[in-house]
């Protein structure tokens, strides 16, 4: 299993969608995944329930210990087999105490847990963040997200000195325009990355009304309609490139993984 920590200590970074985009991927390549949510405000969680799946909110289902933890989401994988919902469950749960019981008991049946925490440094982003295989920090191309990067990775660099170990990220531009002209500010920030060494991918989350139709519409990018959504090819393009990625960066096996049934 590999867990992917998407983090940013800025709201509005488009952290949320980035997840929402992978997971998509994932699910489309036939992988199991749990989407771990860490945000108060329930946007995944949100976005789920409209779509009719079972989720997991802690407030009614709290798990004690990761066996437990392995068979809430076992049943919520069940349950939405019937609705052909079965290779993606939506965990909520904002406190920290049981982070590590919900990650270690998605072992079990996941192929990836992708965990979205609050657009602020707390605990559950720093635990998370000592186990993740990947750290993703989204940024639209602003001079105020781009200095949020820098915190952020302060942070993680933190975390890696408590725990003895590196934690491993990649930095993602999103919300940038999907035309061929850059822009100044764009411009700037790559090179101030490139400068201080900090790993951008090679990948960028453009501005699409297909990210902003997946809550609008509580699809998965395969999912929406080209009927209702402007430039979706080019949108499916870019999040297909996306998990290439993504899945190249973590590493050949867990490539491999989304081909399990």
């Known amino acids: 299993m590999a867990l992917v920590l998407f983090a940013n200590t800025k709201g509005g970074s488009g952290k949320t969608t980035a997840a929402l985009v992978l997971a998509g991927e994932l699910v489309k390549h036939r992988a199991k995944v749990v989407l771990l949510e860490g945000d108060p405000n329930r946007p995944l969680m949100n976005w789920a329930t409209a779509r009719g799946m079972s989720v997991i909110e802690t407030s009614r289902s709290r798990a004690k210990t990761p066996v437990e933890a392995a068979q809430l989401i076992d049943q919520a994988a069940d349950e939405n087999a019937g609705a052909g ?25 996941a ?6 925490p609050e657009g602020s440094p707390n605990e559950w982003l720093t635990d998370v963040a000592s186990q993740a295989d990947l750290v993703i920090i989204p940024f639209a191309p602003s ?10 990775v302060q942070v993680l660099n933190r975390v890696s000195k408590r725990s003895g170990k590196p934690v491993p990220y990649r930095i993602l531009l ?18 101030s990355l490139a400068e201080h ?21 509580d699809k998965t990018v395969d999912e929406l309609p080209s009927a209702a959504v402007n430039g979706l090819d080019a949108a499916r393009r870019n999040a297909a490139g996306y998990l290439a990625e993504v899945l190249q960066t973590l ?4 490539a491999k993984k989304t081909e399990a049934a």
């Open 174 to 191: 999103t919300r940038a325009g999907a035309g061929a002209v850059m822009t100044r500010d764009e411009r700037e920030i790559r090179q």
């Open 197 to 217: 060494g900090l790993p951008l991918m090679e990948t960028t989350l453009h501005e699409r009304p297909a990210y902003r139709g997946l809550f609008k519409l």
């Open 143 to 152: 001079a105020l997200d781009a200095k949020q990067v820098s915190r952020t």
């Open 111 to 116: 192929h990836f847990v992708i965990a979205d």
């Open 85 to 109: 919902e079965g290779k993606l469950v939506v965990v909520h749960d904002d406190h920290q105490d049981g982070v590590f019981d919900w990650i270690e008991g998605a072992g079990s049946w």
């Open 251 to 254: 590493n050949p096996s867990p």
